[in-house]
């Protein structure tokens, strides 16, 4: 939580909200100037996810505005545009390297190669990954948890799905936070971790 520039790796609109709403917002609220880059999107999608950004905290936003479900087809690209932003960042969080989704992996994979010698965090995503391993926990104080489900809530399209519903949001935050001994967290992978 010292990380002074922060970078998020979002295949799609919302898995930055989804997967590290809540560190986001923390890290946002102690100083942090954060990066997101969303790969993939459409003109509302990204007007919706600027407001959702805001809502965390995120500084700045950047698409890629690549085609969803065929980032792996353009995985030269991504990263291509990732090593160009190596040395900037003391902090990524990107997919977790066992997701499932298609997208995330892509992203997951080039974020790896790209950022091998940074710190580097992957988010949770349970609906796509069965075998994922909480390594890291960071404790969510309401106003995170908050933050979190009201920048989810910005995505009126995706409402329906289980994972945006705010119960779900919550209970997730719960069972985290009970497995680490605090009110509420949200889990990591540790994929790197650098001590200077």
């Known amino acids: ?7 998020i790796l979002a295949p799609h609109t919302d898995d930055a909200e ?19 880059i969303i790969f993939t999107g459409t003109d509302v999608g990204n007007t919706v ?7 965390m905290g995120i500084n700045n936003v950047r698409f890629r505005d690549m085609p969803i479900r065929r980032l792996g087809e353009h995985r030269q690209d991504i990263l291509d545009g990732l090593i ?24 997951a994979q080039e974020g790896w190669r790209a950022f091998k010698n940074t710190n580097l965090l992957g988010y ?13 926990f960071v404790s969510l104080s309401e106003r995170d948890l908050f933050n979190k489900m009201e920048a989810v809530y910005q995505y009126s399209s995706q409402r329906h799905k289980e994972y945006c519903d705010p119960e779900y949001i919550r209970s997730l935050a719960r069972v985290r936070g009970v497995q680490a001994g605090v009110e509420y967290a949200e889990s990591f992978n540790i994929v790197r971790q650098i001590i200077r």
Not at 1 to 6: D, E, G, M, P, S
Not at 124 to 136: F, G, K, S, T
């Open 1 to 7: 939580l010292n990380a002074k520039n922060v970078l």
């Open 18 to 36: 989804l997967g590290a709403g809540g560190l986001i917002s923390r890290l946002a609220d102690a100083g942090a100037y954060v990066t997101e």
């Open 49 to 55: 996810a600027v407001f959702a950004a805001e809502v």
């Open 84 to 107: 160009e932003l190596r040395g900037q960042y003391d902090l990524v969080i990107m997919p977790s390297l066992r997701d499932t989704h298609q997208d995330h992996q892509a992203v």
């Open 124 to 136: 949770e995503e349970p609906w796509n990954d069965m075998h994922y391993d909480a390594q890291l």
